[in-house]
């Protein structure tokens, strides 16, 4: 009976062991309980299928040893199998918790992310969106799951996606920008919609990425515009340029051809060609002078040193005054010059720059009008809310007109062609994109209106201040 109170007592031992706060349950120790009661129960059957006399003495144990040694080695081998079946399951457990860390890891960077991410499917319903929605529309994710995203978004970003959808159902990724007003503000949006194929190539759903793209639009509105403006800087030096080596240089041919013919052979000339002579001189000093004085005011405009000197001015002696000056050059093209103005046209402006736009629109007109032509200047109060607030100045020819195609590069630097008028005069193109800038300083705009063979209307506004 000794041996059974041996095996007796090392199960005793057992649970002993399991209520020390030194071995924790766990699958090895489970296994190694159930090892060790199995041999035990083996040991038992043993001893009572043998014959043996008492207990076992000390001299005689070691031959009985292995009674006891079948529940050790059993429960030897279940904490094995334990240990092995612990670490798989330990293995699991691990990954499933690696999967759930992952999972709430991707969440707090997707919604944390300055970007709208949702997952919709073919039926287009929102089925996941990230807390970015809530903060940029002010809805909670519970009002934007399950619903449509026409219901959600707004009618120009939903005809977008219906315009692009059917790429996306194709298996295409699809781009497309679109706008809406997000706090308070319109925002530009650029929306990407990847689709979700499963293992036959067939759309599951959509995953929808919309960045606020509204600081990179501003920032290429702002390259562009200065872009714009070093091509017209560009423009502005190319045509000083052509100015000074073309325009500048001919009429200086004419008055040192003519001059040095009056010089050479003055005693033999008869009195014709002499007067002739001085007439071409006259009109080449005037023509000069006339560049250069615009070509002085224009570079002061370009340099922004063209102050505007507002004053009470008459406008129908200021026109009266341009008449006069170019009485000369209306009676060799035989073009009536006439004015409908009246003295009740007074208005507080700048006088020098209106002076000069009255000037430079009539030159163009007598210009290209042709022989026997007429000329004509009148102006004509625009009001608003009961007040006069502008002053339309018109000046009409019956001349060549302008084609539709050049009109609107009138006024664009580098772009603006001379051509020669009627009785072949050269000009720089200047004059009218000069009128422009002082009409613009002055507060007021300038139009033209024009049709090919029957004559030109430019009129320009003056703020009645």
Same mark, same amino acid.
């Given at each position: 009976m ?20 030194i ?11 159930v090892?060790f ?7 038992l ?6 014959e ?13 040893i292995h009674h ?18 612990g ?9 499933f ?6 999972h ?9 992310l ?30 934007i ?10 009618? @120009? ?12 159902k ?17 925002r ?5 919609l ?40 560009n ?15 001919n ?6 051809g ?23 001189i ?19 405009a370009q340099?922004?040193?063209l ?6 001015? @008459?406008?129908?002696?200021l ?45 163009n007109?007598?210009?290209?009008t ?5 000329? @004509? ?9 009961r ?5 339309e ?7 060549l ?9 009138l ?7 001379s ?28 139009i033209v209106?024009?049709?090919p ?7 320009f ?5």
């Open positions: 000794g041996k059974i109170s041996m095996i007796l007592a090392g199960m005793a031992l057992v649970p002993k062991l399991y209520t020390r706060r071995i924790k349950i766990h699958p090895n120790y489970l296994f190694s309980l090892g009661g199995i041999g035990s129960f083996i040991s059957t043993i001893i009572f299928a043998e043996f006399n008492g207990d076992v003495s000390v001299s005689s144990g070691h031959s009985q006891l040694t079948i529940p050790v080695l059993f429960g030897l081998f279940g904490m094995f199998f334990g240990y092995v079946y670490r798989k399951s330990q293995t699991k457990e691990e990954a918790q690696e999967i759930f860390d992952n709430q890891t991707l969440n707090l960077i997707l919604d944390h300055p970007l709208l991410i949702s997952y919709l499917d073919t039926d287009l319903r929102y089925r996941y969106v990230n807390k970015t929605y809530e903060k940029w529309m002010g809805l909670s994710l519970n009002d799951y399950g619903r449509l995203v026409k219901d959600i978004v707004v009618e @120009n970003t939903y005809e977008a996606l219906i315009q692009n959808i059917h790429k996306a194709q298996g295409k990724t699809v781009t497309f920008d679109t706008s809406r007003e997000l706090n308070g503000s319109n530009f949006l650029h929306v990407t990847i689709p979700h194929l499963d293992e036959n190539r067939s759309v599951k759903g959509f995953l929808s990425v919309v960045a606020d793209v509204t600081q990179l639009r501003k920032r290429e509105n702002k390259i562009r515009i200065q872009k714009d403006k070093l091509e017209e800087l423009a502005s030096k190319d045509l000083f340029f052509s100015i000074i080596s073309h325009d500048l240089k009429p200086f041919n004419s008055l040192l003519f001059s040095e013919l009056l010089h050479d052979d003055f005693d033999t000339l008869d009195e014709a060609i002499k007067k002739e002579c001085a007439g071409h006259y009109e080449s000093a005037r023509n000069t002078y006339e560049l250069l004085e615009n070509l002085l005011a224009w570079s002061r340099r922004g040193k102050d505007y000197n507002p004053s009470l001015v @008459n406008l129908k002696i026109v009266d005054e341009n008449l006069r000056l170019l009485l000369l050059s209306s009676w060799q093209k035989n073009i009536r010059l006439q004015s409908e103005l009246g003295e009740d046209f007074r208005i507080t402006t700048d006088r020098e720059l209106v002076n000069t736009v009255i000037r430079n629109l009539l030159t007109a007598l210009k290209f042709s022989k026997g032509g007429l000329v @004509n200047v009148s102006a004509r109060w625009i009001s608003k809310n007040a006069h607030d502008f002053l100045v018109s000046v009409t020819d019956n001349g007109g302008i084609a539709p195609g050049k009109l609107n590069q006024f664009k630097i580098g772009r603006s062609e051509t020669e008028g009627t009785e072949g005069e050269s000009g720089t193109g200047l004059g009218l994109m000069l009128c422009k800038e002082f009409v613009e300083i002055c507060g007021g705009e300038i209106e024009s049709e063979g029957k004559g030109s209307i430019v009129k506004t003056l703020p009645n201040k």
